[in-house]
């Protein structure tokens, strides 16, 4: 028996309850019904190139979770906006590097290892030309997106390297990025 099953304190690793994260994994594993999610964000306009997007809610196992968040977007100004909130393309990347950052925090807590440290930059080029319509030649997007991991804790280089090959392999925000997300619009008028 381990130490803290004796004081029924929780195996929390890099602030993660290591012991919940475990009973969620072999929960989906005996129940793929609790492995279902669903996410949904409504993006109002609000003057200008600003817009609110309102999270309420999710869902896991087919449970709805009740949740209040706002996330205000804007432009720069260089490009129509009021420069009051990071842009699309800004909040695109955050999304990225703190879905690899859930991953690596997770990945790390399973394995026993303990972050000191982790940063994530990412980069990437978007051509105007192809965003303002002038050349439909040009992609109106990123093309690549480069990403620099700096990690440090109490694993070796290989646990490390173990862990990182881990998160690129299952982290949903990798794989939307990497793969073609079928999206498909409903216009309503009025």
């Known amino acids: 028996m381990n130490a803290n099953?004796?004081?029924?304190?929780?195996?929390?690793?890099?602030g993660l309850n290591v012991d919940d994260l475990i009973a969620l994994i072999e929960g989906v594993k005996g129940d793929v019904s609790k492995a279902a999610t669903s996410w949904r964000v409504a993006t109002s306009w609000q003057g200008q190139t600003r817009t609110r997007a309102d999270v309420e809610e999710f869902?896991?196992?087919?449970?709805?979770?009740?949740?209040?968040?706002?996330?205000?977007?804007?432009e720069p100004r260089e490009l129509g906006g009021s420069n009051k909130f990071a842009n699309p393309q800004e909040h695109l990347i955050a999304a990225l590097n703190a879905c690899i950052t859930v991953g690596y925090v997770a990945q790390c807590a399973v394995r026993g290892i303990t972050l000191e440290s982790l940063q994530i930059?990412?980069?990437?080029?978007?051509?105007?030309r192809g965003f303002l319509g002038i050349d439909p030649q040009v992609a109106n997007g990123y093309e690549?997106?480069?990403?620099?991991?700096?990690?440090?804790?109490?694993?070796?280089k290989e646990q490390f390297a173990e862990v990182h090959d881990a998160v690129m392999a299952t982290s949903p925000n990798v794989y939307n990025l990497a793969n073609a997300v079928v999206l498909k619009s409903t216009l309503v008028v009025g």
């Open 5 to 14: 099953a004796r004081t029924n304190e929780p195996n929390v690793v890099n």
């Open 59 to 74: 869902s896991i196992g087919g449970q709805n979770v009740s949740r209040r968040f706002t996330i205000d977007i804007d």
């Open 144 to 156: 690549s997106l480069r990403y620099t991991v700096r990690i440090k804790g109490s694993g070796t």
């Open 121 to 128: 930059e990412t980069a990437g080029e978007i051509d105007l």
